[in-house]
């Protein structure tokens, strides 16, 4: 290899370094905005599923209630109807109807923040991992470079 041939290697792969830096840089900063992403929507999930957990609940209580004995139900639907008569008569009929669509709401909407979730962790360790590559990738190209130049000294010395 000539010196001018050995000087243009040496250009294009500090280019390549410098590119494969910039792209180790945004990668970081990818990773770490997501994570941050991560920990400013985790409030909000928590209370999705806390509400989740509220309304499956009741669910199950609706079911549970109905292998109680008969005098129990009737004992409820009336102290029901003597605290609110109204309510009793016009809500009632709507509130289980009610519970399921928001059940199978909450439960839409908690899987597709779990998978959103998953996603970002899953572009967080492959940008982390990415990082660590590029920055082996770096330093060996680093080593290279500073053979190369040290070869090109030397036969300009001569």
């Known amino acids: 290899m000539n010196k001018k041939q050995?000087?243009?290697?040496i250009k294009k792969h500090e280019?390549?370094?410098?590119k494969t830096s910039k792209a180790k840089v945004a990668a970081l900063v990818r990773a770490r905005r997501a994570e941050f992403w991560i920990k400013e929507n985790s409030?909000?999930?928590?209370?999705?599923?806390?509400?989740?957990?509220?309304?499956?609940?009741?669910?199950?209580?609706?079911?549970?209630?109905?292998?109680?004995p008969f005098w129990m139900?009737?004992?409820?639907?009336?102290n029901i109807f003597?605290?609110?008569?109204?309510?009793?008569?016009?809500?009632?009929?709507?509130?289980?109807?009610?519970l399921v669509k928001e059940y199978?709401?909450?439960k839409r909407i908690k899987k597709e923040w779990e998978?959103?979730?998953?996603f970002t962790e899953s572009?967080?360790?492959?940008?982390?991992?990415?990082?660590?590559?590029?920055?082996?990738?770096?330093?060996?190209?680093k080593k290279l470079l500073t053979k190369c130049k040290t070869i090109l000294r030397k036969a300009k010395n001569d």
């Open 6 to 9: 050995l000087e243009k290697t």
């Open 15 to 18: 280019a390549i370094v410098e």
């Open 43 to 68: 409030e909000q999930y928590d209370k999705l599923i806390r509400r989740y957990n509220e309304v499956n609940d009741v669910i199950k209580g609706l079911i549970e209630i109905k292998n109680f």
């Open 73 to 78: 139900h009737i004992i409820a639907h009336v």
């Open 82 to 98: 003597l605290e609110d008569p109204i309510k009793y008569i016009f809500a009632r009929p709507k509130m289980k109807s009610r």
């Open 104 to 106: 199978w709401g909450f």
């Open 115 to 118: 998978d959103d979730f998953k």
């Open 123 to 141: 572009k967080i360790e492959e940008d982390y991992e990415f990082v660590e590559d590029a920055t082996k990738f770096i330093a060996n190209h």
